[in-house]
């Protein structure tokens, strides 16, 4: 199946400083991508939707001047979390879909554990 | 409310036995169906997609059933290994323009 990638895996970074982390769809091109964070023993909670060329689709909640979505080419799309604060420390997953024109598929990176402290 | 329920919350079986997991939803308009593993932190992997006109798929020792007019669908395992010790989540699509609708997850530990 088609390969979504996320780096970086792990990063630890002091409160205030601003994170960044990449998301790339490897054998396909993804018109939309999306972004989750998952709290430990819970399930995925959309955050935002990002469309290439477009600003993102934020989730009711979500701090869109906190989290800055760039989805700048068909294959990467990134999170910079800014002003990153203990209380984001948290597990970030993204997600690309590959679309034809009869179906579509949506495929899941591996994650960034994010820590803040 | 759009809404997939899943149960049991957790699960604890001998490694070599078979399980079933359930999975309740009352989305709608209904796209597809789709079984994910998740390893602890790590993302999903798909297992399974049924469509509406699925009654079941299977992938290896996976195997998932879909009742589109009860909106149940289930995943049965069989001759569980350690490995697939993970959290296994219920997904359902609408259609390729909304969000994907999350279950909150089985969680699957296999023990020898």
């Known amino acids: 199946g088609a390969v979504v990638s996320q780096h970086p895996s792990r990063v630890i970074c002091k409160s205030g400083t601003s994170v960044k982390i990449e998301c790339r769809s490897l054998?396909?091109?993804?018109?939309?991508m999306f972004w989750y964070r998952q709290f430990p023993k819970q399930s995925l909670m959309l955050m935002a939707t990002?469309?290439?060329?477009?600003?993102?689709?934020?989730e009711q909640g979500v701090e869109k001047d906190k989290f800055l979505i760039n989805h700048a080419s068909l294959t990467l799309s990134t999170l910079t979390v800014t002003s990153a604060h203990p209380e984001d420390s948290s597990f970030y997953i993204c997600?690309?879909?590959?679309?034809?024109?009869?179906?579509?598929?949506?495929?899941f990176g591996p994650g960034t554990r994010l820590t803040v402290t | 409310k759009n809404q997939v329920e899943q149960s049991p919350q957790s699960l604890i079986i001998l490694e070599g036995k078979n399980c079933t997991l359930q999975c309740n939803y009352t989305v709608s308009p209904f796209s597809n169906l789709r079984w994910y593993k998740q390893d602890t932190g790590r993302g999903p992997v798909s297992l399974t997609i049924m469509t509406f006109s699925e009654n079941t798929k299977s992938n290896g020792r996976y195997t998932a059933t879909l009742d589109a007019d009860t909106k149940q669908s289930s995943l049965h395992i069989t001759a569980s290994q350690l490995s697939d010790s993970a959290s296994y989540i219920c997904?359902?699509?609408?259609?390729?323009?909304?969000?994907?609708?999350f279950g909150k997850g089985t969680r699957l530990s296999v023990i020898a």
């Open positions: 997904v359902v699509s609408q259609s390729r323009n909304t969000p994907l609708v």
């Open positions: 997600s690309a879909r590959e679309e034809t024109d009869l179906s579509y598929e949506q495929y």
């Open positions: 990002s469309n290439e060329g477009s600003k993102a689709t934020y």
């Open positions: 054998d396909f091109q993804a018109t939309t």
